[in-house]
T-cell receptor, first 115, second 115 residues
Framework: DAKTTQPNSMESNEEEPVHLPCNHS???????IHWYRQLPSQGPEYVIH???SNVNNRMASLAIAEDRKSSTLILHRATLRDAAVYYC????????????????FGQGTILTVHP | DSGVTQTPKHLITATGQRVTLRCSPR?????VYWYQQSLDQGLQFLIQ???????AKGNILERFSAQQFPDLHSELNLSSLELGDSALYFC??????????????FGEGSWLTVV
């Protein structure tokens, strides 16, 4: 699986935007960029995913660089509930064999939101 | 609520014992994944089943085994338990199938403490 690099931690103030970066310089053409987050004592939850174009949903926006070697998860107005570990994951959905769409988690970015 | 149900939520057992963790996937999901999360290892993929068949294997110990039943629920069996097996075990599910890009939904986990 292609690897991603994220900062260990980031901090934000409540109601301010947060930009969480992710580098994935070895991304392949069939890798989708997925973001999951894990709140304390809970299972990971899906946030957003994309392939080439920027994506928006009710939770966040995903900005993907033109060369796809990096991406940024954008939380438009952080709330205290957004404090979590955010994982940027590449998922090769056309892979056979042992990959088969599973998620491989790295260390993620610990986001702290201050009131 | 992700729709993935895991039981038990908490389990304390002694070294050398055997336990079974149970998972009911979201309605309609054919793929089930098992993950282990410990403080020092992060989220580790163990195994994946799709419609009753094993499809991908991660760092699952030989003392651990899993299966997916015809009604699509899954069980993770952990035997000859050691102190180091103490962790949070997550089950996740998705519609599954190659190239579908289906979101993976996680349960709330089963906390296993081995004493």
């Amino acid at each position: 699986d292609a690897k991603t690099t994220q900062p260990n931690s980031m901090e934000s103030n409540e109601e301010e935007p947060v930009h969480l970066p992710c580098n994935h310089s070895t991304i392949s053409g069939t890798d989708y960029i997925h973001w999951y987050r894990q709140l304390p004592s809970q299972g990971p939850e899906y946030v957003i995913h994309g392939l080439t174009s920027n994506v928006n949903n009710r939770m966040a926006s995903l900005a993907i660089a033109e060369d796809r070697k990096s991406s940024t998860l954008i939380l438009h107005r952080a709330t205290l509930r957004d404090a979590a570990v955010y994982y940027c994951i590449l998922r090769d959905l056309n892979a056979g064999g042992t990959s088969y769409g599973k998620l491989t988690f790295g260390q993620g970015t610990i986001l702290t939101v201050h009131p | 609520d992700s729709g993935v149900t895991q039981t038990p939520k908490h389990l304390i057992t002694a070294t050398g014992q055997r336990v079974t963790l149970r998972c009911s996937p979201r309605s309609g999901d054919l793929s089930v994944y098992w993950y282990q999360q410990s403080l020092d290892q992060g989220l580790q993929f163990l195994i994946q089943y799709y419609n009753g068949e094993e499809r991908a294997k991660g760092n699952i110990l030989e003392r651990f085994s899993a299966q997916q039943f015809p009604d699509l629920h899954s069980e993770l069996n952990l035997s000859s338990l050691e102190l180091g097996d103490s962790a949070l075990y997550f089950c996740a599910s998705s519609l599954g199938g190659r190239g579908t890009g289906n979101t993976i939904y996680f349960g709330e986990g089963s906390w296993l403490t081995v004493v």
